[in-house]
């Protein structure tokens, strides 16, 4: 379902927002600028508000502060599509409000149960033997989603985890190189 054709100061320019729910139930959302050439491809999967981490002794991260480390690495943003991948919806409508002022080349926010059936189990036990195992497992399954849902004509993809709040200043182009 299209949402909205916003446009810019330029006729030919176009902002497109579409949402629906795919098949296999997970609620996807895209915001695609019809003019921009993205070449950078930047993924990032999330369980919840949580997942952004925490400075030391300081106050929880936000999704906010995580568009601002992309926005700190001097790309141009119409240069980079950014997926998103949340099992929360709190977070889901979140990331879809608060990135509207970011002029991505393309984002999207995918809401995603899980593959697994089971309940999730608490924190704490994460790093059982057995628990670890299906945990790892299903995160790899998820990111190998959003990586095929997302990669088109990008030249080049990197995967951060949420919970980074620091880049060093030029570590990404010096990546690419």
């Known amino acids: 379902m299209l949402l909205n054709g916003l446009t810019d100061e330029s006729p030919s320019k176009a902002v497109y927002e579409y949402e629906h729910q795919q098949p296999d139930g997970v609620l996807r959302y895209d915001r695609i600028n019809s003019e921009a050439n993205p070449n950078f491809l930047w993924l990032t999967l999330t369980q ?3 997942s952004w981490g925490r400075n030391a002794h300081g106050p929880r991260r936000t999704f906010e502060d995580f568009l601002q480390l992309i926005n700190l690495t001097s790309f141009d943003l119409e240069t980079i ?11 889901y409508h979140h990331m879809k409000i608060i990135s509207k ?8 926010i995918l ?3 899980g593959f697994n059936e089971e309940n999730t189990p608490a924190r704490k036990h994460r790093h059982d033997k057995k628990i670890h195992t299906a945990r790892r497992a299903e995160i790899a399954q998820l990111r190998n ?6 990669l088109r004509e990008e ?3 990197l995967w951060l985890d949420g919970d980074i709040f620091k880049l060093d200043e030029g570590i990404i182009q010096r990546m690419f190189a």
């Open 101 to 108: 002022d970011f002029n991505f080349a393309r984002l999207t």
């Open 48 to 50: 919840d508000e949580s």
């Open 145 to 150: 989603h959003l990586m095929l849902t997302m």
């Open 81 to 91: 599509s950014v997926g998103l991948l949340t099992i929360s919806p709190k977070e």
């Open 155 to 157: 030249q080049h993809l």
């Open 111 to 113: 809401l995603h149960s």
